[in-house]
């Protein structure tokens, strides 16, 4: 892990990252995607609140069979996983607010 959360290059890893336990939040970007590089400060502080919360960043450029594999449209997308089912989901517009939330109410489930 850097200092920018966990890096995943291959689909291999995304999938044993969401499969994993606990709560799992995948950004999903794109390296010209100044959205997505703008946003990802934020996600990573957000899940950083929550002790919980294991994050990680996936570029398509680097894993394009992901798209298919998930059903990613659209850049970015924030999956929330818990205990390997997705929880929840949101492309392109990234309201932190409600990430929150859904991290928040991901995190009472756990305890």
């Known amino acids: 892990m850097t200092a920018d959360g966990l890096h995943l290059h291959d689909l291999a890893a995304v999938e044993q990252h969401l499969a994993g336990d606990g709560l799992r939040l995948l950004q999903v970007g794109a390296r010209s995607c100044g959205v997505c590089h703008a946003l990802r400060p934020r996600v990573l502080a957000l899940a ?64």
Do not use: K, M, N
């Not at 069979?65 to 990234?94: D, I, K, M, N, W």
């Open 48 to 111: 950083a609140e929550f002790g919980q919360v294991h994050p990680a960043i996936v570029e398509l450029d680097e894993v394009p069979e992901l798209a298919s594999r998930l059903h990613v449209l659209t850049v970015p997308v924030v999956l929330l996983y818990l205990q390997g089912r997705e929880l929840y989901r949101v492309a392109r517009f990234v309201r932190l607010d409600e990430l929150r939330q859904q991290l928040a109410q991901g995190q009472r489930w756990l305890e």
